[in-house]
């Protein structure tokens, strides 16, 4: 077969991605393999919980496989309201809007809320769904400015040169690569000063900061606030999948009928929607689950620390350790996992600072013996003798 053609440059990228440690692959898992996960963002240890996977079967059962269409032609369900409104709810929102993927909820919200005549203001280490949505927006005529990362101050003063009337600061409120949390009472306060709205990603504080879980607005005593606006995703702390944007009632009003990625996609399946509705309930009633997530974090931060590992401090459930480079961290990883431990590897463009790290999620499930024996894989099969720092 002749291969030759307009596609002969992939072959040139390719192998420049080789060169440098950046190749990917796609790895399927066994559902019984055996290995300690902490590459997964089943914060809670709820995919597998019996209560969630019920209510996903007997979706699925009632409903079909998936949603037939997009949410306002055939794609929505009673599942669907119900889940809005157990959301919003506990998010202290007067409304919620579900969306397909928590990447498709950040394009829908950042795009709706923008426009010609708009101005972001970004984080620089925004995710990447954030990136893509402030791009999507920039397309349609809005102007974008970016501060220093988790930088209220800096946020500020961006604004105070932004001359437009409909001014937005976008930021994570955890950082999916450190874990670190962004100030978001400095935020609101800077935004306020400046009359912006914020928008915020609270992927990874959903189920893990927070009184109970409850999220970065509740951890920063500002729920129910009239100018924040926050994404959540359904497929980390709640075990799911989907995603959801929460608000006032005239936001979600307002993305129902211009938001493209709610307008256009197929609704969430109603299975995904069942079972973070059942994890959300067992979020409310087992409000320990959040606290023991990030006590098992810090545990493993500091127990690795002290044995002379380059490690984050973390604020949530994300351990972040440093990598000498690209390659290390895959061989790295490829160790971990021989020895029964599975670890995710960041490398280039996935970290903002180009340093290449393994992270590990914690869970509320692992036990203490759980997290010893990952310290002491991690310390074993280290590329270093005497760490990273």
């Known amino acids: ?35 300690l996960d902490l590459a997964g963002n089943d914060y809670l240890g709820l995919t597998r919980h019996p209560d969630v996977a019920r209510a ?10 998936g949603a037939t269409g997009s949410r306002l032609v055939t794609g929505d369900t009673t599942l669907h309201g119900e889940l809005e409104r157990e ?25 709706g809320l923008a426009g010609a005549g708009a101005h972001l203001v970004c984080d620089r280490h925004n995710h990447a769904s954030l990136i893509d949505a402030t791009r999507l927006a920039k397309a349609g005529g809005a102007r974008v400015s970016l501060f220093g990362h988790a930088d209220p101050t800096g946020a500020g003063e961006a604004l105070a040169t932004v001359a437009a009337s409909r001014r937005l600061v976008v930021s994570d409120t955890v950082f999916s690569v450190d874990g670190d949390i962004t100030d978001v009472a400095g935020l609101v306060g800077s935004c306020r000063r400046h009359g912006a709205a914020l928008l915020l990603d ?54 129902v009928e211009t938001a493209r990625t709610f307008i256009f996609d197929t609704g969430l399946a109603p299975a995904s929607a069942a079972g973070a509705l059942a994890a959300l309930r067992l979020l409310r009633t087992d409000a320990w689950r959040a606290g023991r997530a990030r006590e098992v974090a810090r545990t493993l931060a500091s127990e690795l620390k002290a044995r002379g590992l380059g490690v ?44 290449p790290r393994l992270r590990l999620t914690a869970r509320a499930s692992l036990t203490d013996a759980d997290v010893a024996r990952v310290v002491d894989v991690l310390r074993a099969t280290s590329p270093v003798p005497a760490g990273i720092s």
């Open 312 to 355: 984050n401090t973390p604020r949530a459930a994300v351990v972040s350790v440093l990598a000498p480079s690209p390659d290390e961290a895959v061989a790295w990883a490829q160790r971990c996992r021989d020895a029964g431990v599975r670890v995710g590897c960041f490398r280039p463009p996935s970290v903002p600072d180009d340093r």
């Open 202 to 255: 609270d992927a990874h504080g959903l189920g893990v900061v927070g009184p109970g879980g409850q999220g970065a607005l509740a951890e920063a005593g500002l729920c129910g606030a009239g100018d924040v606006v926050v994404s959540v995703t359904l497929s980390k702390a709640l075990g799911a999948q989907g995603g959801a944007v929460l608000g006032p009632h005239r936001v979600i009003r307002h993305l």
């Open 56 to 65: 996903a079967s007997r979706a699925a059962e009632r409903w079909g496989a």
């Open 1 to 35: 077969m002749d291969t030759s053609g307009p596609f002969d440059w992939l072959d040139d990228a390719a192998r420049e991605r080789a060169r440098v440690g950046l190749t990917r692959r796609v790895r399927p898992r066994s559902p019984d393999d055996g290995l």
């Open 87 to 111: 959301l919003a709810s506990f998010y202290g929102t007067e409304s919620a809007l579900v969306f397909s993927s928590g990447y498709a909820a950040n394009l829908g919200m950042v795009t």
